[in-house]
């Protein structure tokens, strides 16, 4: 199974603060790579497909990018604004079983 | 607009099954697959299996092969998924998600509750 590894597992931020979350995958995935966001007690929420694709109604703060070898990819958001404390997933959709990131909490 | 709407939660013996339904609105069904998705508690997402809803092609998780079953009823725009063999680690909140390979719109989630 192809592991993804997130990393910071957890990070204290600020409103207004621009943060990073990186993801590193055990093998090349291509572009088959995607960011939700999940609030507690709901479910998770699509944020960005296929690295940078920014989905429908997600705001624009929000922005995908990887680096080209297929491995490397982040997440970040240019501005915090309290609504997107949460934690933070990326996963996998080259190859079955489409595997997680271990999740990234950010906090106030 | 696009609504996933899960059957209520569960909860069984070690030993028993367990079987959630997934019902769509909002889009043409068998236009696109069904994954099922599990979350334990306090723990991250785990992929269990797809299924294409226009043909009944499935893909489950190596780790859930011979246990799981996902099905669909076209008729009614609803996706089922039965896991059988139940044991405490299977205690989880089971999603239901559009999509094959990311996961687009999502049901709000069964709890099962595995419990002697």
């Known amino acids: 199974d192809i592991q993804m590894t997130q990393s910071p597992s957890s990070l204290s931020a600020s409103v207004g603060d621009r943060v990073t979350i990186t993801c590193l995958a055990s093998?090349?995935?291509?572009?088959?790579l995607s960011w939700y966001q999940q609030k507690p007690g709901t479910a998770p929420k699509v944020l960005i497909s296929?690295?940078?694709?920014?989905q429908s109604g997600v705001p624009s703060r929000f922005s995908g990018s990887g680096s080209g070898s297929g491995t490397d990819f982040t997440l970040t958001i240019s501005s915090l604004q309290p609504e997107d404390f949460a934690t933070y997933y990326c996963?996998?959709?080259?190859?079955?079983?489409?595997?997680f990131g271990q999740g990234t909490k950010l906090e106030i | 607009q696009i609504q996933l709407v899960q059957s209520g939660g569960e909860v069984k013996k070690p030993g028993a099954s367990v079987k959630v339904s997934c019902k769509a609105s909002?889009?043409?069904?068998?236009?696109?697959?069904v994954s099922w998705l599990r979350q334990a508690p306090g723990q991250g997402l785990e992929w269990m299996g797809w299924?294409?809803?226009?043909?009944?092609?499935?893909k489950y998780a190596q780790k859930f092969r011979g246990r799981v079953a996902m099905t669909t009823d076209t008729s009614t725009s609803t996706a089922y998924m039965e896991l059988r063999s139940l044991t405490s680690d299977d205690t989880a909140v089971y999603y239901c998600?559009?999509?094959?390979?990311?996961?687009?719109?999502w049901g709000r989630g069964t709890l099962v509750t595995v419990s002697s």
């Open positions: 998600a559009r999509g094959d390979w990311f996961f687009d719109f």
């Open positions: 909002g889009y043409t069904f068998n236009k696109y697959g």
């Open positions: 299924i294409n809803a226009y043909n009944g092609d499935t």
């Open positions: 093998q090349s995935i291509s572009a088959y």
């Open positions: 296929a690295v940078s694709t920014l």
């Open positions: 996963q996998q959709g080259y190859t079955a079983p489409y595997t």
